[in-house]
């Protein structure tokens, strides 16, 4: 069935062409019949993209290799999992789905707003539409999964490093994310062009905003997994600039979800929340150049193809556009009020987004500084993690110290004594763990020490906020201590939800510092019944073993664990040797404590001929709080994100007679 | 095979066509989409001027109530907010009455 996806392919780009240009044409001249024809075309371009879509997965599902890129991703063998996940591992099925994704937010975005965008923000159908157009553009014209050949006996297989349970999630999380900023993008830039500068477009895209956030967070978290488990080097994040393309519009996106506040209480801070939101936008494009165009080697990186000249004219001239309009509507965004002291909430935001943005613009640079260098001087340079290290603690220890002052300075303006006062508890608890740390020997690493003293200092004023609201709420006679606690949070979600998205930030804190500034690292080659030591740890090799796998010959060492002189159980490290796809792939070992949220990693270097094998051994403290924090995470967005009935009423309110859509938003 | 994905093809096109041209075919007056109306507009400004008034007297309390804000600070703001709310509502009731006379004069035309 090629045939139907390619026919599904050009449909999808036929009807996406029209509703830019009759979208366009309708939103230019008012014209509300037309706009409804665009819209529709929108939403019958998602429908085709989705038959196309179900033919790739029919014909991965089928493994019919007449389909160059079944045959390129898959193998008989590969498990049925990993060949539908082959859907997002190669660069046609992951545009492919960048499509399906961006024309189903679409829709669904602008169904859910129809009243809206037809009375007033009749542009964000062509905008939206203009970058569907570009994808569809190279579906059908630069890199279509629909192109057939003889089908050979089998395929080439899968990457093995791509066979790994988190590479399923990971990519589709990412999409989520870098799709769901084009909604956001696309309503702000409506509003510009529609001059509808209120704050319909930030109520409409609030939750879109966050979904696409949180998405992108928890995708980072779990490429982050991935490399632990897969890579095998024994670390997290190691500032690839893959791992860096998806945190920059992270970081932005997290500037803009703190700003948008001050612009909703206040008034202000109206240019810069469209300046963030189309650079959140920009850089979710340039991530996915960079991970797709093979322009940078990468670990991540899977992709050698020739999209790149495309996709860099398409953010150039989105850059264009973005920077055009907003300079165009400069008089219409420009906010009377002004800031009223430097120690108020509003500045304690302006702050955390000038720190975020600051780092996202310097991981920028190291990003795109290898490609200035060999374009401008020809000399192939790399930016390493020692100039990211340093802007990371620059940048990034000021913004822990604001979460943890931020919450509790006031609106408008606040007493410096008032804020000591609140602050006193916090940085006495802070100090203590501090001294306590440094006792026990924590000051061999001294970021370390800094990080886990800033965390308890930030931790403190977490708790102590949902102490304080609980209480002001139980004296307004509230009933019992359970009920001002659950009302205080039903009553004011985005507050309480960023909280624990705060502490979900510090446990990683937390768990980054362990790993990496107190884990332990040993080799050395060991015979049968040799042993290496590692921290309180013991490892003692007791044999190898072979057996032939799904897709692979698995080779793996067997070692007895041995803990303060207590055996405490086996594990296995070794190598699988993938048949179709001739390579080799580490499988760590990882044996968890969960209590101490450490890990004992184990990597089998080299098997030998005489029966030995070279291990590394690695032990990493608090390791699992990293992943506990993705769940926290995710948790705290769910908080926020959770819709307010009483909030939906008095928008619904507000915006009677010009769109009640707007509240469902 | 082949014929089956022409078949569903074609189908879709059809469908597409369809879906895309009703609103084209739609009986009555049509009606100018994304113009802005000063009205409306202003309207919009004053409800968002409330709403935020009353959310920050709002966060004003409960900040003064969990401790964060000083009794000094909380006697020197609640007034200028309080005054901001009354100005709003003001200015609401103002542009209503308006709205009705308008509304009046067009009846009596």
């Known amino acids: 069935m090629p045939e139907l996806g390619r026919a599904a392919l050009v449909a999808a780009f036929g009807l996406i062409f029209y509703a830019v240009v009759v979208g366009g044409y309708a939103s230019y001249r008012g014209r509300r019949r037309l706009l409804d024809s665009a819209t529709n075309a929108l939403f019958a371009a998602f429908a085709a993209v989705g038959i196309a879509a179900l033919v790739l997965v029919a014909a991965l599902a089928g493994r019919d290799f007449s389909f160059d890129y079944v045959a390129r991703m898959t193998s008989r063998e590969l498990p049925l999992g990993y060949t539908l996940a082959a859907f997002w591992s190669g660069q046609e099925g992951s545009l492919l789905l960048w499509l399906l994704v961006l024309t189903g937010a679409a829709s669904a975005a602008i169904a859910l707003n129809r009243r809206l965008v037809r009375e007033a923000l009749p542009w964000t159908v062509p905008i939206i539409g203009s970058v569907a157009l570009f994808f569809a553009f190279l579906l059908v014209f630069v890199a279509s999964p629909f192109a057939t050949q003889a089908a050979p006996p089998d395929g080439a297989g899968m990457n093995p490093s791509l066979q790994n349970p988190y590479m399923i999630a990971h990519p589709p999380m990412l999409y989520l994310g870098y799709v769901g900023l084009t909604i956001p993008f696309a309503f702000a830039m409506a509003a510009l062009a529609s001059r509808r500068v209120d704050e319909r477009w930030i109520v409409v895209t609030r939750r879109w905003t966050l979904a696409a956030w949180t998405f992108l967070g928890f995708g980072i978290l779990l490429g982050a997994k991935w490399a632990y488990e897969e890579v095998g080097w024994g670390g997290w994040y190691a500032w690839d600039p893959v791992e860096n393309a998806a945190l920059m519009p992270w970081l932005v996106a997290t500037a803009f979800l703190h700003s948008v506040m001050v612009q909703e209480k206040k008034n202000m801070l109206r240019v810069w929340n469209v300046v963030l939101v189309a650079g959140a936008f920009l850089l979710s494009l340039f991530g996915t150049f960079l991970t797709r165009s093979g322009v940078i080697s990468s670990i991540h990186s899977f992709t050698q193809s020739s999209i790149g000249p495309f996709f860099l004219g398409f953010i150039a001239v989105a850059a264009a556009f973005s920077i055009a309009l907003i300079l165009s509507r400069l008089t219409l965004l420009r906010s009377k009020t002004r800031l009223e002291s430097l120690v108020s909430r509003e500045a304690a935001f302006l702050y955390n987004n000038l720190f975020l943005v600051a780092l996202a613009l310097t991981i920028l640079w190291g990003v795109i500084y290898p490609l200035v260098s060999e374009a401008v001087r020809g000399v192939a340079v790399s930016v390493g993690a020692p100039y990211y290290d340093f802007f990371a603690i620059v940048f990034g220890l000021p913004l822990v110290l604001l979460m943890g002052i931020g919450p509790v300075v006031a609106w408008r303006r606040a007493s410096l004594r008032s804020l000591a006062s609140l602050l006193v508890v916090p940085a006495g608890v802070a100090l203590g763990v501090g001294l306590v740390l440094l006792l026990a020997g924590a000051g061999s690493s001294p970021a370390g020490l800094v990080g886990y003293t800033f965390a308890a200092f930030v931790m403190t004023t977490i708790v102590l906020e949902f102490i304080r609201g609980t209480r002001a709420r139980k004296s307004l006679g509230n009933g019992g201590w359970w009920s001002a606690f659950s009302g205080l949070i039903a009553r004011n979600r985005r507050r309480y939800g960023g909280y624990i998205v705060h502490a979900a930030i510090i446990l990683l804190l937390i768990g980054a510092a362990g790993i990496g500034g107190f884990s332990t690292h040993e080799q050395g080659r060991l015979s049968q019944g040799e042993s290496l030591a590692a921290g309180d740890y013991r490892v003692v090799y007791t044999g190898s073993e072979q057996q032939r796998g799904a897709n692979a010959q698995e080779v793996r060492a067997n070692l007895d664990v041995w803990r303060n002189g207590e055996l405490v159980g086996t594990m296995q490290a070794g190598k699988n040797r993938y048949f179709a796809e001739q390579q080799t792939s580490n499988e760590v070992g990882i044996r968890t404590d969960w209590l101490r949220g450490e890990d004992l990693f184990v990597i089998a270097d080299t098997f030998n001929q005489d029966g030995s094998v070279f291990l590394k051994v690695i032990v990493n403290p608090l390791v699992n709080l990293i992943w506990l924090s993705g769940l926290v995470f995710v948790l705290g967005s769910a908080v926020a994100m959770w819709p307010d009935a009483r909030e939906q009423r008095r928008l619904a309110a507000r915006f009677a007679g010009e769109g009640a859509a707007v509240a469902r938003a | ?109």
């Open chain 2, 1 to 109: 095979m082949e014929a089956v994905a022409l078949a569903l093809g074609a189908l879709l096109a059809a469908a597409c066509v369809v879906f895309v041209a009703r609103p084209l075919l739609r009986q009555g007056r049509e009606e100018a989409a994304g113009a802005p109306n000063p009205e409306e507009e202003t309207r919009l400004r004053l409800l968002e001027e409330r709403d935020r008034s009353l959310a920050a007297l709002k966060e004003l309390e409960f900040d003064h109530r969990t401790g964060k804000i000083s009794d000094e600070d909380y006697r020197a703001l609640i007034g200028p907010l309080r005054r901001a709310v009354g100005e709003a509502l003001k200015a609401l009731e103002h542009e209503d009455r308006q709205d009705r006379e308008r509304e009046e004069v067009d009846a009596a035309l």
